[in-house]
T-cell receptor, first 109, second 115 residues
Framework: DAKTTQPNSMESNEEEPVHLPCNHS???????IHWYRQLPSQGPEYVIH???SNVNNRMASLAIAEDRKSSTLILHRATLRDAAVYYC??????????FGTGTSLTVIP | EAGVAQSPRYKIIEKRQSVAFWCNPI?????LYWYQQILGQGPKLLIQ????????DSQLPKDRFSAERLKGVDSTLKIQPAKLEDSAVYLC?????????????FGPGTRLTVT
């Protein structure tokens, strides 16, 4: 399995930016980096994905290291609704992927 | 656009009984996935379908689990007989295409408790 490594938990103050790191040292050239988040008692929700270049969407930004062995999900202004478990996943062209245990984000009012 | 629908939302059974879960993906989505999520862990992929064909079922415990996707739309996942360790949330997801740059849309899941 193409695996990722994330911190178990992080905290952020409300309305401040949050940087969620992910290491994926075994990434291959065609693997996409995906981020999902899971709110309590809900199914995972897609956040963002990218291949080589940094990506922005209405929810977040994804910064990918030049060697692609790490990436960072950036939430520009954390809100209480952003409290969730965030999963960094590698998706391969062979359609293998592994969620791992993710990072549990706590947002402090 | 309607999301991925799953039923039932909750199920309690005794060990050695059988159970079935149903999933209706987003209209037009060719790819369907079933996941098992044990409390405190990330989702684990059990099986992937492309239309009505199985793409990968290497993580499906085939001695007790089975899944089908008739007519390439709805899907059912069955467990027979259930064990205590099958207690988990079973998630269904769908995607427009079977490609690594397409996102998956998840349903709310079915919480199974085996006693």
């Amino acid at each position: 399995d193409a695996k990722t490594t994330q911190p178990n938990s992080m905290e952020s103050n409300e309305e401040e930016p949050v940087h969620l790191p992910c290491n994926h040292s075994t990434i291959s050239g065609t693997d996409y980096i995906h981020w999902y988040r899971q709110l309590p008692s809900q199914g995972p929700e897609y956040v963002i994905h990218g291949l080589t270049s940094n990506v922005n969407n209405r929810m977040a930004s994804l910064a990918i290291a030049e060697d692609r062995k790490s990436s960072t999900l950036i939430l520009h202004r954390a809100t209480l609704r952003d409290a969730a478990v965030y999963y960094c996943i590698l998706r391969t062209t062979g359609n293998q992927f592994y969620f791992g245990t993710g990072t549990s984000l706590t947002v402090i009012p | 656009e309607a999301g991925v629908a799953q039923s039932p939302r909750y199920k309690i059974i005794e060990k050695r009984q059988s159970v079935a879960f149903w999933c209706n993906p987003i209209s037009g989505h060719a790819t369907l996935y079933w996941y098992q999520q044990i409390l405190g862990q990330g989702p684990k992929l059990l099986i992937q379908f492309q239309n009505n064909g199985v793409v990968d079922d290497s993580q499906l415990p085939k001695d007790r689990f089975s899944a089908e996707r008739l007519k390439g739309v709805d899907s059912t996942l069955k467990i027979q007989p259930a064990k205590l360790e099958d207690s988990a949330v079973y998630l269904c997801a769908s995607s427009q295409r079977l490609a690594p740059d397409y996102e998956q849309y998840f349903g709310p899941g079915t919480r199974l408790t085996v006693t």
